[in-house]
């Protein structure tokens, strides 16, 4: 890359110029070290690694970072995506925020992250972090941090639905949204040996099932007798299971929903794979938390640039409206389907021209533009 926008966004993060200006360089040394942790990040800064660590520590201890990916949610998303991941640390034996993870012997701990769709990919825009020992210390349960997730995002959400993947169809995360009254779409797991109970209005047991090729809708029916929930079921030629959705809404939106979902799913693994979230690990949990913020706020300027960067070089240009086109280009080749854009940006050797890169960075920094400062509307006639 010729041009550098990530100063100008920082700019538009931080309050203090200075704060920007040592933002932009760390936000830059992660994307450069592919790495959350502090010794990669300040090997990758400018000057010496002791020196850098330094100005990494007191930015650190100065920002609160999870309010500057807050600024991050865009309202204007049709949904918000909930995507949860284990962070394995089977080494850290006295790290007070570390507990088991599901399978009961590996030391770790649970990030769930939210997100809002952007051009087929997702930019997150808040986390909340949890594990046994947290929840055996705080006298509360997994379902409570859940309910924390979505109370951080409750007043952002409106009438837009939460979308979740199958580890959350169980009975406590759902009274949560049915009670705060928030739409949701999350896919079912209905294989293996325990699939999750249904029952009509009366109280009587169902079993959804589908034939091949075929669409089963199974409305108001209850989720282990509690939760009001349709079901939709779609099983298409060539596929070798069916997809079940469980929803709030009517049930062939929250399909809808939900496939814009899965479409989804590649940006999550590039934060885990390009960039390394589940190498993160901080002696106590509010450096921890400070360190997936800033890996995730360097994730979004990353995805960014690189779908843009993406579009430039295999999809027949930059998008003319970059921050709401759609996902895919007019021109799309062979590379810009083999490739994500986080991928183009981190791993391939780019070189672009001078109005090449003039033009990138100017994209880039309209889509932060319109996403952090997005247009009001009025109510003055015209």
């Not at 020196?51 to 650190?60: D, E, G, N, S, V």
């Not at 406590?172 to 325990?194: D, T």
Request: glycine share 6%; aromatic share 10%.
């Amino acid at each position: 890359m010729q041009s550098n926008p990530i100063a100008e966004i920082a700019q538009l993060l931080f309050e203090s110029q200075t704060q920007a200006r040592i933002g932009a360089a760390i936000i830059g040394a992660v994307l450069q070290a592919q790495s959350g942790r502090w010794t990669e990040i300040a090997r990758a800064m400018a000057g010496t690694e002791a020196a850098a660590y330094k100005r990494l520590q007191r930015f650190m201890a100065a920002e609160d970072l999870k309010d500057v990916l807050a600024r991050l949610h865009d309202p204007q998303a049709p949904f918000v995506i909930g995507d949860p991941t284990e962070i394995p640390r089977p080494q850290a034996k006295h790290t007070p925020y570390v507990g088991y993870l599901k399978d009961g012997k590996t030391r770790g701990f649970w990030v769930l992250q939210l997100a809002t769709p952007y051009r087929g990919r997702a930019l997150p825009c808040s986390f909340v972090t949890y594990s046994s020992q947290t929840i055996e210390a705080e006298a509360t349960s997994r379902n409570q941090y859940h309910f924390r997730a979505f109370a951080e995002v409750k007043d952002l959400l409106g009438d837009r639905p939460l979308v979740l993947d199958r580890e959350f169809s169980y009975l406590g995360l759902l009274q949560a949204p049915h009670a705060e009254q928030v739409a949701f779409v999350i896919r079912l797991h209905l294989s293996g040996a325990h699939p999750p109970r249904f029952t009509l209005v009366n109280g009587d047991p169902i079993s959804p099932q589908i034939l091949p090729g075929r669409t089963e809708i199974y409305s108001q029916v209850y989720y282990k007798g509690e939760v009001p929930v349709n079901i939709i079921g779609v099983w298409q030629k060539g596929f070798r299971r069916p997809l079940w959705v469980m929803t709030s809404l009517s049930p062939e939106a929250g399909l809808a929903i939900y496939r814009q979902r899965m479409k989804i799913e590649l940006t999550f693994r590039d934060l885990k794979s390009l960039l390394g979230m589940h190498k993160i690990m901080n002696r106590n949990a509010r450096w921890m938390e400070q360190s997936l913020a800033l890996l995730m706020l360097a994730f979004a300027i990353g995805l960014v640039a690189g779908e843009l960067l993406r579009d430039l070089l295999f999809g027949g240009g930059l998008p003319p409206y970059p921050q709401t086109n759609p996902a895919t280009p007019d021109a799309p080749t062979r590379k810009w389907y083999r490739y994500s854009g986080l991928f183009v940006l981190l791993k391939l050797k780019i070189s672009l021209t001078t109005s090449q890169a003039q033009a990138f960075a100017s994209a880039i920094l309209t889509v932060f533009t319109n996403l952090l400062f997005p247009p009001v509307r009025t109510l003055v006639q015209t």
